[in-house]
């Protein structure tokens, strides 16, 4: 399997722009999780899907940002408009099934989506 | 709520061993991962305590007390390729909670 695919690895917007995010994660894994990661804030989680419904989005940080997961092979985070400190790398990981994380239940992280809005 | 602490910075000599430690708040809790993450590049997974105890695997261990809400990474005979962040994260019902992550750095 190729892992978790992400794109684009990078993207230099300007403030204002709408900028998506892709994800593809592992087949057959049912759990899809967009993270953000900076250096204050360290790994947050924003939003995850079970089976493609969103199950939690508190951690979305405000409307300009959605996503979604029209099939189990695709996955996208919008975020319009875009500003300054939406400049963060953008993870999306996967797991196989279960609802509970154990040793061979592991969430799997893509490469990330370096994000810079200038 | 929840919460999780670690330091942000450790320095280790090369061969030497060096522990991390993470303490957490949360509830749901259903295990404990360390997850290694080197610059510019994505966590990936070192190891799991879901009991009480120390869990070996290789140079790297891990222990976890339940009822102290504390966890440890240790590293034994360290090498350069060490240098990384190393994140603790819990499990909260379906979630992966991250610490802000502990980033090692590893001197000749």
């Known amino acids: 399997d190729a892992g978790v695919i992400q794109s684009p690895r990078h993207e230099v917007t300007e403030m204002g722009q709408e900028v998506t995010l892709r994800c593809k994660p592992i087949s057959g894994h049912d759990y899809l999780f967009w993270y953000r990661q900076t250096m204050m804030r360290g790994l947050e989680l924003l939003i995850y899907?079970?089976?493609?419904?969103?199950?939690?989005d508190s951690g979305m940080p405000e409307d300009r940002f959605s996503a979604k997961m029209p099939n189990a092979s695709f996955s996208t985070l919008k975020i319009q408009p875009s500003e300054p400190r939406d400049s963060a790398v953008y993870f999306c990981a996967s797991s196989p099934a279960g609802g509970v994380f154990s040793g061979a239940n592991v969430l799997t992280f893509g490469a990330g989506s370096r994000l810079t809005v200038l | 709520g929840q919460n999780i602490d670690q330091p942000t910075e450790m320095t280790a000599t090369e061969g030497a061993i060096v522990q991390i430690n993470c303490t957490y708040q949360t509830s749901g809790f259903n295990g404990l991962f360390w997850y290694q993450q080197h610059a510019g590049e994505a966590p990936t997974f070192l190891s799991y305590n879901v009991l009480d105890g120390l869990e070996e695997k290789g140079r790297f261990s891990s222990f976890l007390s339940r009822s102290k809400g504390y966890s440890y990474l240790l590293l034994k005979e360290l090498q350069m390729k060490d240098s990384a962040s190393y994140l603790c994260a819990v499990t909260s019902t379906d979630k992966l909670i991250f610490g802000t992550g502990t980033r090692l750095q590893v001197f000749p």
């Open positions: 899907f079970n089976n493609n419904v969103p199950i939690d």
